[in-house]
T-cell receptor, first 111, second 113 residues
Framework: KNEVEQSPQNLTAQEGEFITINCSYS?????LHWLQQHPGGGIVSLFM???GKKKHGRLIATINIQEKHSSLHITASHPRDSAVYIC?????????????FGEGTQLTVNP | DGGITQSPKYLFRKEGQNVTLSCEQN?????MYWYRQDPGQGLRLIYY???????QKGDIAEGYSVSREKKESFPLTVTSAQKNPTAFYLC????????????FGEGSWLTVV
């Protein structure tokens, strides 16, 4: 069993739909990252969370430390949101502490 | 603009040859990382460096080597000892102990022919 599990692996939605991607982890963490990987391969960091909830535009990320679970929500989805979304957890505070990555969720938003 | 630059974007290598992937950052970050991504798998850590002239093996360091002679540069050499080098390679950097946001380069696609 992977230390970081994402669901679903693949998600297809219609433009305008509300989307939720889930991430569960089995280790103690100091932070959780949500990343977006574009079709060309480049990765952008969307959020870094250690507790609670963060919002940026149409994106909302939440984390429940007790349940070891995080969700990424996209409101009013758009075809340009189509990408792979990756959850990653950090288990230490130092710059050398490891990131453990989920396998990603491929999101396709159709017009 | 600050950021991470990886080169080349696409690289073909013959079996038995070493190849070096470049990673340069102008973010003044102390820590730099190399990851490998294979289809259907999460990113895996190859090497990381927290400070100039120091680096540590990650989870899949065999067949790879790195150097950190300058703060802004962290090149990765894929040696002929790497059994399955065809993959997507990502470089990343992060501020030291006080910062957590991680920044990624655009990645390099390596194909062994």
């Amino acid at each position: 069993k992977n230390e970081v599990e994402q669901s679903p692996q693949n998600l297809t939605a219609q433009e305008g739909e509300f989307i939720t991607i889930n991430c569960s982890y089995s280790v103690g963490i100091s932070a959780l990252h949500w990343l977006q990987q574009h079709p060309g391969g480049g990765i952008v960091s969307l959020f870094m969370l250690s507790s609670g909830k963060k919002k940026h535009g149409r994106l909302i990320a939440t984390i429940n430390i007790q349940e070891k679970h995080s969700s990424l929500h996209i409101t009013a989805s758009h075809p340009r949101d189509s990408a792979v979304y990756i959850c990653a957890v950090r288990s230490g505070e130092t710059s050398g502490s490891r990131l453990t990555f989920g396998e990603g969720t491929q999101l396709t938003v159709n017009p | 603009d600050g950021g991470i630059t990886q080169s080349p974007k696409y690289l073909f290598r013959k079996e038995g040859q070493n190849v070096t992937l470049s990673c340069e950052q102008n973010l003044n970050h102390d820590a730099m990382y190399w990851y490998r991504q294979d289809p259907g798998q999460g990113l895996r850590l190859i090497y990381y460096s927290q400070i100039v002239n120091d680096f540590q093996k990650g989870d899949i360091a065999e067949g790879y080597s790195v150097s950190r002679e300058k703060k802004e540069s962290f090149p990765l050499t894929v040696t002929s000892a790497q059994k399955n080098p065809t993959a997507f390679y990502l470089c990343a950097s992060r501020r030291g102990y006080t910062g957590n946001t991680i920044y990624f380069g655009e990645g390099s696609w390596l194909t062994v022919v």
